[in-house]
Antibody
Framework: QVQLVESGGGLVKPGGSLRLSCAAS????????MTWIRQAPGKGLEYISY????????NYADSVKGRFTISRDNDKNSLYLQMNSLRAEDTAVYYC??????????????WGQGTLVTASS | DIQMTQSPSSLSASVGDRVTITCRAS??????LNWYQQKPGKAPNLLIY???SLQSGVPSRFSGSGSGTDFTLTISSLQPEDFATYYC????????FGQGTMLEIK
């Protein structure tokens, strides 16, 4: 069965860096676009970034552009999010999700359990 | 950027009720609209994609409709496990979520 497991979250001081990982299993990872989505405490869902199946295409929300970098290693079935210059407002649960291309748009059909990032002094 | 606005923001209902949640896009998004359910402490779960297609494994009491700018999620007969927060999401231009609708027990 499809599984996505995030890791790497934790407490970091504002201005610091963190690298999140998402280990995928149960499907052909290299066939799918992947995405990161976050949820601040008590708030709604916010799209952060996506990466194409071969890493050729990436996209970032304005809120993280220039600070976060998405990448993947298809040999290791893993997705990554390098987060630099972290701010208090980056505090959130970060989810990785698989992107489903249903020919009428894109949806997120499988999600990890999430990893909490706290940027605080 | 395309803005997604859900209404209501919260809703109280009883088991067995028929419930409708609305999502409005700031511009036409054709049928590029998805619905998710999220329970406390859990990841979201895809319910409906392409405005009206039921995701595999999702009970048939959930249905979606709409096109252009106005969309609805309907739960035909509420079950105890349906009390959760629901989000719409557009994929016409990158991705944007609505602010969520919290469905509570009356």
């Amino acid at each position: 069965q499809v599984q996505l497991v995030e890791s790497g979250g934790g407490l970091v001081k504002p201005g610091g860096s963190l690298r999140l990982s998402c280990a995928a299993s149960g499907f052909t990872f290299s066939d799918y676009y992947m995405t990161w989505i976050r949820q601040a405490p008590g708030k709604g869902l916010e799209y952060i970034s996506y990466i194409s199946s071969t890493s050729i295409h990436t996209n970032y929300a304005d809120s993280v552009k220039g600070r976060f970098t998405i990448s993947r290693d298809n040999d290791k079935n893993s997705l990554y999010l390098q987060m630099n210059s972290l701010r208090a407002e980056d505090t959130a649960v970060y989810y990785c999700a698989r992107v489903l291309d249903d020919s009428s748009g894109y949806s997120f059909d499988y999600w990890g359990q999430g990893t909490l990032v706290t940027a605080s002094s | 950027d395309i803005q997604m606005t859900q209404s209501p923001s919260s809703l109280s209902a009883s088991v067995g009720d028929r419930v409708t949640i609305t999502c409005r896009a700031s511009q036409s998004i054709s049928n590029y609209l998805n619905w998710y359910q999220q329970k406390p402490g859990k990841a979201p779960n895809l319910l409906i994609y392409a405005a009206s297609s039921l995701q595999s494994g999702v009970p048939s009491r959930f249905s979606g409709s709409g096109s252009g700018t106005d969309f609805t999620l309907t739960i035909s007969s509420l079950q105890p496990e349906d009390f959760a927060t629901y989000y719409c999401q557009q994929s016409f231009s990158i991705y944007t979520f609505g602010q969520g609708t919290m469905l509570e027990i009356k």
